[in-house]
């Protein structure tokens, strides 16, 4: 039984540690994710050899790149350079010793053996003799080689693997009670935001009606009824004393000689503004100081006149709803663009997610109240749910996986994930939404397995073999170089030599 394990680029010595001791089977296929470093040092290869050895498990590392497979092969752990590939059988080996450390254990065996110790100048001659063989190797290998080169033809082999294109659709609940994502529930973790705004708002009231403007004003005669003088000072109210009671009031000095009968006139105002004070002549007949009354009698032998009126606003009910709706929409909008800032990377907002309470508004006028401005102050509370993608994309891709056969490689870096942001529903404070996940898979091809499927055929037989023996988008191309060759048909062949074949998978 063996186990996966994907790796994080982030996790260390002590993640990786955690994932081992929860691993479920004794044989653990850890995947390193591509440009992670963590084993490109001999001594990280080393503990995890010691985690591996102290849990009593078989671990296998499985990547392509080149200098943490060289680490990893010297360090005596088993390399893979795909999932399908740990379907072979595979194991932990004892780590390589380096040449020093050979030849330490070489000279400690032969002391315990008897035999006496090397001197420096024999080591000398014993290195050169190694290092003069290796060179006498290596320069008969390269002339091998090169006479091969001359002799031997090259086969160039082109193939294009089938393509495939999946897609799934996912529909996943975004729950700020979930803890972490499941696929088995199709749930994955939200979080709720909220903030809280006031502004204010006004308008220009629509209904108008008139309201009095300036007061009416005249003339009117006193009339001594004393035989003193009387000096009568602005502000002595009079009135009318038929119909409606005006009231007005001196705005200018009048002065009563001492004899009865004597006149003299003064200006007035009306203590109320409009036409309400435009009266007729002999109307205000009425004296109300009563520091004058008995002394003098009144008279107003003109009608006053210059009271009017003016159109002013009148605060309705309308306009107080439309106060509050406009205010309301610029309040969500600034509500909105405040939850945005609160996002973290990969979360995004949706608009349908959030919901608006109104704490308070407070206008500055009454309902019917006169005014041609309108003002309006406003708090509201709004919350909202943030859904991670990155959590989103997760689950499509294990979704995405569970579709792919095991003669297909996922390319992962041409995956396609798209969430359908015009189609999000609520249920609470959860987002309801479908998450698209496309990408091509294609039909893995082994270069090993093509080599040997054509060694020592003619160009048309491998052709045929190779159309027959793998899944393929276009009829595989096999060439025989060089050109010269084909003249002898008998060389006109695909070499046996796998160095000589190069295949080329053009995906």
Request: no cysteine; aromatic share 4%.
């Given at each position: 039984?063996?186990?996966?394990?994907?790796?994080?680029?982030?996790?260390?010595?002590?993640?990786i540690?955690?994932?081992?001791?929860?691993a479920?089977?004794?044989?653990?296929?850890?995947?390193?994710?591509?440009?992670?470093?963590l084993?490109?040092?001999?001594l990280?290869?080393?503990?995890?050899r010691?985690?591996?050895?102290?849990l009593?498990?078989?671990?296998?590392?499985?990547?392509?790149?080149?200098?943490?497979?060289?680490?990893?092969?010297?360090?005596?752990?088993?390399?893979?350079?795909?999932?399908?590939?740990?379907?072979?059988?595979?194991?932990?080996?004892?780590?390589?010793?380096?040449?020093?450390?050979?030849?330490?254990?070489?000279?400690?065996?032969?002391?315990?053996?008897?035999?006496?110790?090397?001197?420096?100048?024999?080591?000398?001659?014993?290195?050169?003799?190694?290092?003069?063989?290796?060179?006498?190797?290596?320069?008969f290998?390269?002339?091998?080689?090169?006479?091969a080169?001359?002799?031997?033809?090259?086969?160039?082999?082109?193939?294009?693997?089938?393509?495939?294109?999946?897609?799934?659709?996912?529909?996943?609940?975004?729950?700020?009670?979930?803890?972490k994502?499941?696929?088995?529930?199709?749930?994955?973790?939200?979080?709720?935001?909220?903030?809280?705004?006031?502004?204010t708002?006004?308008?220009?009231?629509?209904?108008?009606?008139?309201?009095?403007?300036?007061?009416?004003?005249?003339?009117?005669?006193?009339?001594?009824?004393?035989?003193?003088?009387?000096?009568?000072?602005?502000?002595?109210?009079?009135?009318?004393a038929?119909?409606?009671?005006?009231?007005f009031?001196?705005?200018?000095?009048?002065?009563?000689?001492?004899?009865?009968?004597?006149?003299?006139?003064?200006?007035?105002?009306?203590?109320?503004p409009?036409?309400?004070g435009?009266?007729?002549?002999?109307?205000?007949?009425?004296?109300?100081?009563?520091?004058?009354?008995?002394?003098?009698r009144?008279i107003?032998?003109?009608?006053?006149?210059?009271g009017?009126?003016?159109?002013?606003?009148?605060?309705?009910?309308?306009?107080m709803?439309r106060?509050?709706?406009?205010?309301?929409?610029?309040l969500?909008?600034?509500?909105?663009?405040?939850?945005?800032?609160?996002?973290?990377?990969?979360?995004?907002?949706?608009?349908?997610?959030?919901?608006?309470?109104?704490?308070?508004?407070?206008?500055?006028?009454f309902?019917?109240?006169?005014?041609?401005?309108?003002?309006?102050?406003?708090?509201?509370?709004a919350?909202g749910?943030?859904?991670?993608?990155?959590?989103?994309?997760?689950?499509?891709?294990?979704?995405l996986?569970?579709?792919?056969p095991?003669?297909?490689?996922?390319?992962?870096?041409?995956?396609?994930?798209?969430?359908?942001?015009?189609?999000i529903?609520?249920?609470?404070?959860?987002?309801?939404?479908t998450?698209?996940?496309?990408a091509?898979?294609?039909?893995?091809?082994?270069?090993?397995?093509?080599?040997?499927?054509?060694?020592?055929?003619?160009?048309?037989?491998?052709t045929?073999?190779?159309?027959?023996?793998?899944?393929?988008?276009?009829?595989?191309?096999?060439?025989?170089l060089?050109?010269?060759?084909?003249?002898?048909?008998?060389?006109?062949?695909?070499?046996?030599?796998?160095?000589?074949?190069?295949?080329?998978?053009?995906?």
């Amino acid at each position: 039984m063996q186990q996966i394990i994907y790796l994080e680029i982030e996790d260390d010595l002590p993640a990786i540690r955690d994932l081992l001791e929860g691993a479920q089977a004794k044989r653990v296929m850890l995947v390193v994710p591509k440009g992670s470093r963590l084993f490109h040092e001999p001594l990280n290869l080393r503990v995890l050899r010691r985690y591996a050895s102290n849990l009593a498990l078989d671990v296998a590392l499985v990547t392509r790149d080149g200098y943490t497979r060289r680490l990893a092969k010297e360090e005596g752990i088993a390399v893979l350079s795909s999932i399908r590939r740990g379907k072979s059988r595979w194991r932990m080996r004892p780590p390589r010793r380096s040449a020093a450390e050979q030849a330490a254990v070489a000279r400690v065996n032969g002391l315990r053996a008897g035999q006496s110790d090397v001197g420096y100048g024999d080591t000398l001659i014993v290195w050169a003799g190694r290092i003069l063989g290796v060179l006498l190797f290596v320069f008969f290998i390269a002339l091998i080689g090169i006479l091969a080169g001359l002799v031997i033809p090259e086969a160039r082999i082109t193939l294009v693997p089938y393509r495939q294109d999946v897609e799934v659709h996912l529909e996943i609940r975004a729950d700020p009670e979930a803890e972490k994502p499941s696929l088995e529930k199709q749930v994955i973790p939200a979080r709720i935001l909220e903030v809280e705004v006031e502004q204010t708002g006004e308008i220009a009231t629509v209904s108008k009606k008139d309201a009095p403007d300036t007061p009416a004003v005249g003339t009117v005669v006193f009339i001594n009824q004393t035989a003193t003088p009387l000096t009568i000072t602005p502000g002595a109210i009079v009135r009318t004393a038929t119909g409606t009671t005006v009231r007005f009031r001196t705005v200018t000095t009048a002065t009563l000689e001492a004899a009865i009968g004597a006149t003299a006139e003064a200006r007035i105002e009306a203590l109320e503004p409009g036409p309400v004070g435009n009266v007729a002549k002999a109307t205000i007949t009425e004296v109300e100081t009563p520091s004058l009354r008995g002394k003098v009698r009144v008279i107003n032998e003109e009608p006053t006149q210059g009271g009017g009126v003016k159109q002013v606003g009148v605060v309705t009910r309308a306009d107080m709803d439309r106060l509050k709706a406009q205010l309301l929409q610029q309040l969500q909008q600034q509500a909105y663009v405040e939850l945005q800032s609160q996002l973290r990377e990969q979360e995004f907002l949706p608009p349908e997610s959030i919901s608006i309470e109104i704490l308070s508004e407070v206008y500055d006028q009454f309902l019917d109240a006169e005014a041609d401005l309108l003002h309006l102050t406003m708090r509201i509370v709004a919350t909202g749910t943030a859904v991670d993608r990155a959590n989103a994309n997760l689950l499509a891709y294990e979704a995405l996986k569970d579709r792919i056969p095991a003669s297909h490689d996922l390319r992962s870096t041409e995956i396609n994930f798209q969430i359908d942001e015009q189609n999000i529903r609520m249920e609470g404070r959860q987002v309801l939404l479908t998450v698209t996940a496309a990408a091509p898979l294609i039909v893995a091809i082994d270069k090993g397995d093509v080599r040997s499927a054509v060694a020592g055929l003619t160009a048309e037989e491998a052709t045929r073999v190779l159309a027959e023996s793998f899944s393929l988008n276009a009829p595989p191309i096999v060439e025989i170089l060089p050109d010269w060759i084909k003249r002898w048909k008998w060389l006109d062949r695909v070499p046996y030599l796998p160095f000589r074949i190069q295949v080329v998978v053009l995906e």
